[in-house]
């Protein structure tokens, strides 16, 4: 079976995202059987903070009363390149540090986290102290924590090769596109039942003109 470019990075993306879901319900399971553990004095399983560095992701607690950061995996600090006491210094660590596009977009998401109470996912990108861009899926969800605290929790996860692939195949179906219209020559493609998809513009004007 012939998969198209556009199919296989689908299918990439795909493949990505199900693998997140899967930690993240992983994730949240762990949490809340962590916490009814501590609740009920029966702590068999490891501590969170060993649960959370097992997990190869970008991993953050932020405190919704006093909007501080109480929890970054080393993950985190070894992914992202900042040290874990910058992000517990700053409550806006998260919305700072991104990409100044996406900065709105990680403020609107992490609202509509807070406010719906549900899983919220959201592709965004992240600068680095030595200004490289990292995409990331990011999925943010409220819990209680074990002292009842009520904490946004992010689990992100490195998306950039998939981007890049994207980026490089949207370039190349440009120029393609370019070099297309650019030609005197007609030129076009048929599915298999011989119908047109796509013809370009100099065969477009002889037959619609």
């Known amino acids: ?25 992983l994730v949240f399971s762990r949490l809340d059987r962590q916490r009814k553990l501590a609740q009920s004095q029966e702590a068999s399983e490891p501590p969170i903070t060993q649960s959370i560095e097992l997990i190869q992701a970008v991993f953050w607690h932020r405190n919704l009363e006093s909007k501080q950061f109480t929890l970054v995996s080393k993950y985190t600090e070894r992914m992202l390149g900042f ?6 210094a700053d409550g806006n660590f998260l919305e700072n540090h991104s990409h100044p596009d996406d900065r709105q977009l990680v403020t609107f998401f992490c609202r509509q986290a807070i406010e719906s109470g549900n899983l919220v ?17 990011t ?27 994207q980026s490089e195949l949207f370039e190349q179906r440009r120029h393609f596109e370019m070099f297309m219209n650019s030609t005197p020559d007609f030129i076009y493609f048929k599915d298999q039942r011989s ?15």
């Open 121 to 137: 996912e959201i592709e965004h990108r992240f600068v680095t102290p030595d200004a490289r861009v990292i995409w990331l899926r």
């Open 139 to 165: 999925y943010f969800q409220v819990i209680k924590s074990t002292d009842c605290a009520t904490i946004l929790t992010g689990l992100g996860h490195d998306i950039t090769p998939s981007r890049l692939l």
């Open 83 to 88: 040290p874990i006491s910058a992000w517990l």
């Open 1 to 25: 079976m012939h998969l198209s470019a556009f199919a296989i990075v689908q299918l990439i993306r795909l493949l990505m995202i199900l693998s997140v879901v899967a930690a993240v319900a």
């Open 195 to 209: 119908r047109f998809t796509q013809i370009n513009r100099e065969m477009a004007s002889k037959l619609f003109h």
